[in-house]
T-cell receptor, first 115, second 112 residues
Framework: DSGVTQTPKHLITATGQRVTLRCSPR?????VYWYQQSLDQGLQFLIH???????AKGNILERFSAQQFPDLHSELNLSSLELGDSALYFC??????????????FGPGTRLTVL | GEDVEQSLFLSVREGDSSVINCTYT??????LYWYKQEPGAGLQLLTY?????DMKQDQRLTVLLNKKDKHLSLRIADTQTGDSAIYFC????????????FGAGTRLAVHP
């Protein structure tokens, strides 16, 4: 158990709908990262938040957005869903040590199925 | 550009050593990581190596880094059936704000 929790574990929805994925980082970690794992694209970095502020964006679609709240949990919002958005969405957290490795610990993921 | 490449499949006999290889492109990557993903599970951090090291050993795991060739390998000694999983190599490019760039993953199958 990495200490990172994600809910829900599975989500099945229809095209055009909107969903929210939730992540709670490890105790003490200020950074949250979101990744998407799909069969055709592999593991792709989506977005990084540090202590409530957006730090970096990767291959994140405009239909997707995220935020990190004062209690450090994060939500990834996916809207106008398409079949191709079906994937495993991972959240990771890190403590962000200055001058050291910023090892990321991953949650169990949310499997999204868009029908 | 940022790219990490791995072979997709490796089959070994139980008790043998497994060697999973990875090449990366960003020479400025400070840390390189190995993660393990079992079926239906998340990514488990196995080990990492700092770019100024050549080798790191952690129990049955040995990581070798050839920075000149941008080649990373993970050796698992005495491979067990419980080691069957997908292994991902990842780099953290400098200036990338700590995002991880993953390879496609190597599926390790351990047979009796």
């Amino acid at each position: 158990d990495s200490g990172v929790t994600q809910t829900p574990k599975h989500l099945i929805t229809a095209t055009g709908q909107r969903v929210t994925l939730r992540c709670s980082p490890r105790s003490g970690d200020l950074s949250v990262y979101w990744y998407q794992q799909s069969l055709d694209q592999g593991l792709q970095f989506l977005i990084h938040y540090y202590n409530g502020e957006e730090r970096a964006k990767g291959n994140i679609l405009e239909r997707f957005s995220a935020q990190q709240f004062p209690d450090l949990h994060s939500e990834l919002n996916l809207s106008s869903l398409e079949l191709g958005d079906s994937a495993l969405y991972f959240c990771a957290s890190s403590v962000e040590e200055v001058g050291g490795t910023d090892t990321q610990y991953f949650g169990p993921g949310t499997r999204l199925t868009v029908l | 550009g940022e790219d990490v490449e791995q072979s997709l499949f490796l089959s070994v006999r139980e008790g043998d050593s497994s060697v999973i290889n990875c090449t990366y492109t960003d020479s400025s990557s400070t840390y390189l990581y190995w993660y393990k993903q079992e079926p239906g599970a998340g990514l488990q951090l196995l080990t990492y190596i700092f770019s100024n090291m050549d080798m790191k050993q952690d129990q049955r795991l040995t990581v070798l880094l050839n920075k000149k060739d941008k080649h990373l390998s993970l050796r698992i000694a005495d491979t067990q059936t419980g080691d069957s999983a997908i292994y991902f190599c990842a780099e953290s490019p400098s200036g990338g704000y700590n995002k991880l760039i993953f390879g496609a993953g190597t599926r390790l199958a351990v047979h009796p």
